[in-house]
Nanobody
Framework: QVQLVESGGGLVQAGGSLRLTCVAS????????IGWFRQAPVKEREFVGA????????YYADSVKGRFTISRDNAKNTVYLQMNSLKPEDTAVYLC???????????????????WGQGTQVTVSS
């Protein structure tokens, strides 16, 4: 079992940057793909991005492509979400989760993820 804890959220002005961190407990961290999702009030949870087990491949939602970057450090059991050029519509709770499947088709599917963290709030003011 893996436990994930997110941090790094906060209040930032539009155009600013934040870096979120997802730290995992357990020795099997490198065996999981890690995804980031976000959920705004009264909206469904949506895919933000994900990273492969070794960190060489990353995937992004169209809404964040070119602005957000995911990276990981398996030696530290940590995944990062660097968010630049933030917009008010990026305001949400951001969560990380594990994906233990091999097919890339599962990367974008919410129900294929497990071990959800509690989330960290990101608020972007206009």
């Amino acid at each position: 079992q893996v436990q994930l804890v997110e941090s790094g959220g906060g209040l930032v002005q539009a155009g600013g940057s934040l870096r979120l961190t997802c730290v995992a407990s357990g020795r099997t961290f490198s065996s999981y793909r890690i995804g980031w999702f976000r959920q705004a009030p009264v909206k469904e949870r949506e895919f933000v991005g994900a990273i492969s087990r070794g960190g060489s491949i990353s995937y992004y939602a169209d809404s964040v492509k070119g602005r957000f970057t995911i990276s990981r450090d398996n030696a530290k059991n940590t995944v990062y979400l660097q968010m630049n050029s933030l917009k008010p519509e990026d305001t949400a709770v951001y969560l990380c989760a594990t994906n233990n499947h091999d097919s890339s088709s599962t990367i974008y599917q919410l129900h294929e993820y497990d071990n959800w963290g509690q989330g960290t709030q990101v608020t972007v003011s206009s």
